[in-house]
């Protein structure tokens, strides 16, 4: 009986020894990788899902990167982000990037993958205000927040249509507000970006079929959108960068196979979130922003260096920076993974 007990107990120890033996090997790995914090610039909505589903799938596990993703406040926000150092990669807006970097060369960040091959970026106006085409804005009220990026971008999209860029004034309100006030008649026409704003103002009674989009990229404005944008720091370790790529972009693979599907691993992260709404959300992006003809030729992060020229060009005379950077200044394409692994349209 005393031997029986004995052995029961050696048993229990050696099982202990091996459980603990695997947690520690376990917990080894897991701090073996290389820790990434990656900001996004907004709430999880559906434009975010290759990126949670990425993590959620191991993608970026398999690449030996622990990422944390959090979410953000905006895409000027998520530049200042990266550029302090509190985050090691963020989703951004380019063109917020290349006016950071003009006023601070010394923390100057680089764009890796072009996500937003078009830039999301609109106009609004309700067809009973009898606007029509760009030009009938002349006199009109526009409405936007002063840190919109429509807004302040708006300087190319008056030269891409002949308007005159003085002969609107504009109402400044926090975001919350400006679709209910285009609503209310409270200004004349609103900037945003278009799977924002189109489904913000669907939501306060006011279909597509009821309003006037002049989306910027229609007209020949050559501006890109967000991108993956990086920390100097980051930079220095391009295999780490490399490997984040190649798990982003089989994100995106995943996501547009299956729209719906990748919708599930937002809700993982808030699940208060409307599913059919951001399912709608992450389609307009993907058919209007990501899924160009540029990025179906090219595979998705690529961008074209001529047009990237004309682009920095536009962001210099609308933000009126004191100079012009150079395209490889902006974009760094040697971290994309292989073309034929980008060919994912």
């Known amino acids: 009986m005393l031997k029986s007990q004995s052995l029961s107990f050696s048993r229990s120890i050696v ?31 559906g434009p975010i ?3 949670l589903l990425a993590e959620a799938k191991g993608y970026f596990a398999d690449e030996g990167l622990n990422v944390t993703i959090d979410s953000g406040s ?23 990037m290349i006016e950071f970097n003009v006023n601070n060369p010394d923390q100057a960040l680089k764009a890796v993958f072009m996500v937003y091959d078009h830039p999301p970026f609109a106009i609004f106006a309700k067809k009973e205000s009898g606007i029509a085409t ?8 526009l409405g936007a927040p002063v840190f ?33 006030m285009l609503l209310r008649g409270q200004v004349d026409a609103i900037s945003g970006f278009y799977f924002t704003s189109l489904l913000n103002l669907d939501n306060l009674g006011i279909p597509a079929d009821d309003l006037v989009v002049f989306r910027y990229a229609d ?3 050559q501006l890109y959108g967000n ?34 599907a990748a919708i599930a691993y937002v809700r993982q992260r808030d699940g208060l979130i409307d599913v059919d709404l951001e399912l709608r959300r992450l389609n307009l992006a993907i058919e209007t922003s990501v899924a160009t ?32 950077p150079a395209p490889e200044a902006i974009f760094d394409s040697s971290f994309l993974p292989e073309k034929e692994a980008r060919m994912i349209f």
């Open 49 to 51: 899902a290759p990126y």
């Open 227 to 260: 991108a993956i944008v990086v920390s100097p720091q980051m930079l220095a370790q391009p295999e780490v960068v490399k490997g984040f790529l190649r798990a982003v972009t089989k994100g995106w693979a995943d996501t547009l196979q299956d729209p719906a």
């Open 74 to 96: 905006g895409s000027a926000g998520a530049v200042n982000r990266v550029a302090t150092g509190a985050y090691d990669v963020g989703f951004a807006d380019i063109n917020a």
């Open 148 to 180: 919109d990026s429509p807004r302040k971008t708006f300087s190319a999209f008056t030269a891409a249509t002949g308007l005159d860029e003085a002969s609107v004034t504009w109402m400044s309100m926090d975001p919350p507000l400006r679709e209910p």
């Open 134 to 141: 760009p030009t009938d804005l002349a006199g009109k009220t």
């Open 15 to 45: 099982f202990l020894a091996v459980l603990l033996a695997m947690v520690l090997v376990m917990s080894t790995a897991a701090s073996a990788k290389t820790p990434v914090r990656f900001t996004l610039d907004w709430r999880f909505e």
């Open 293 to 324: 003809e540029s990025a179906k030729a090219n595979g998705i992060g690529a961008v074209d260096e001529e047009r990237l020229a004309k682009a920095i060009d536009e962001v210099v005379h609308a933000f009126n920076l004191p100079s012009t």
């Open 219 to 221: 007209y020949g404005v």
